[in-house]
């Protein structure tokens, strides 16, 4: 029911900054759970962080003071600013969607109704 494009990854160096995009089609963002999540080679898709229809935000503890999600209703998109990156942030990151009155959990992928196709950020040393 909603579509998901992700934008924005590409290679930085360590201290470096990224802000990658979620454009929402089908629904308006303000209408649905949605976060974000990454996985890097080897390793289970990794909670970053969420926020409800409400706006009320939720961040995994290592991603906290780093990493900000906002949301922008006007052009139905949700962003995830990352500063101070570091090589171990190199991962493919990816949007998710949960729509509204389901009580999913934000930080439980499988919760989600709607995947982008991901978007890769590596971080060189």
């Known amino acids: 029911q909603v579509q998901l494009v992700e934008s924005g990854g590409g290679l930085v160096q360590a201290g470096g900054s990224l802000r990658l995009s979620c454009a929402a089609s089908g629904r308006t963002v303000s209408s649905l759970d949605m976060g974000w999540f990454r996985q890097a080679p080897g390793k289970e898709r990794e909670f970053v962080v969420g926020?409800?229809?409400?706006?009320?935000?939720y961040y995994a503890d290592s991603m906290k003071g780093r990493f900000t999600i906002s949301r922008d209703n006007a052009k139905n998109t949700v962003y995830l600013q990352m500063n101070s990156l570091k090589p171990e942030d190199t991962a493919v990151y990816y949007c998710?969607?949960?729509?509204?009155?389901?009580?999913?959990?934000?930080?439980?992928?499988?919760?989600?109704?709607?995947w982008g196709q991901g978007t890769q950020v590596t971080v060189s040393s």
């Open positions: 926020i409800r229809w409400s706006a009320s935000t």
């Open positions: 998710g969607a949960l729509l509204t009155g389901r009580l999913g959990r934000l930080d439980r992928a499988r919760d989600y109704d709607s």
